[in-house]
Each structure stands twice: as structure tokens, then as C-alpha cells.
């Protein structure tokens, strides 16, 4: 039994088999971790795309100069702050 595994060890067929195999792995894991990279950078520029996009609607709705009020109803409303500074407010 020993010789027999001592056999299949030694042998070429299973030494290319087994690189073969590896290699296979290897491959599917570069492929997959490139399309998880470019999935992931590409999802990223759309959520900072969507975000300066909303940003600028929320400037435009508020008007220039900045209406105080309109600007706490809408923090209340979307739950979030916000801040401006010019010479005259803050």
C-alpha cells in the first residue's frame, strides 16, 4: 500500500494534475477579484455622482441667498444638518 501511494507521489501525470488544478483556482480567483474590483470602484462613482447631484438639487431648492426657513424644514424633514456661512449668517 505504501509503495503504491510512493508510486502515485513520484508520478508526473499526478504532478501535472495537481499543477493544473492549482492553476484553475488561481485563475477563478484573479477573475472573480477583478469584477469584484471593478464592481465596486464603478459603485462607488455612481454613489459620488448620485450625492453631488442631490447636493446641488438642495442648493437650488434652498435659492441663493439661502431661505433660513425653507432650509429647517428641510432638515427636519430629511433628518439631516444643515450648515452655510456667509458674511451676513450663519
Known amino acids: ?27 477563478n480567483l484573479v477573475v472573480i477579484g477583478y469584477f469584484f474590483h471593478m464592481a465596486r470602484s464603478n459603485n462607488r462613482n455612481q454613489i459620488y455622482l448620485r450625492v453631488v447631484q442631490y447636493a446641488n438639487y438642495l442648493i437650488d431648492d434652498l435659492g441663493t441667498p439661502p431661505d433660513h426657513a425653507r432650509a429647517e424644514m428641510m432638515s427636519r424633514e430629511y433628518f439631516f444638518e444643515i450648515s452655510y456661512q456667509s458674511p451676513d449668517l450663519n
Open 1 to 27: 500500500m505504501i509503495n503504491h501511494l510512493r508510486k502515485i507521489y513520484r508520478s508526473v501525470f499526478t504532478k501535472l494534475l495537481l499543477i493544473i488544478f492549482i492553476t484553475g483556482i488561481c485563475i
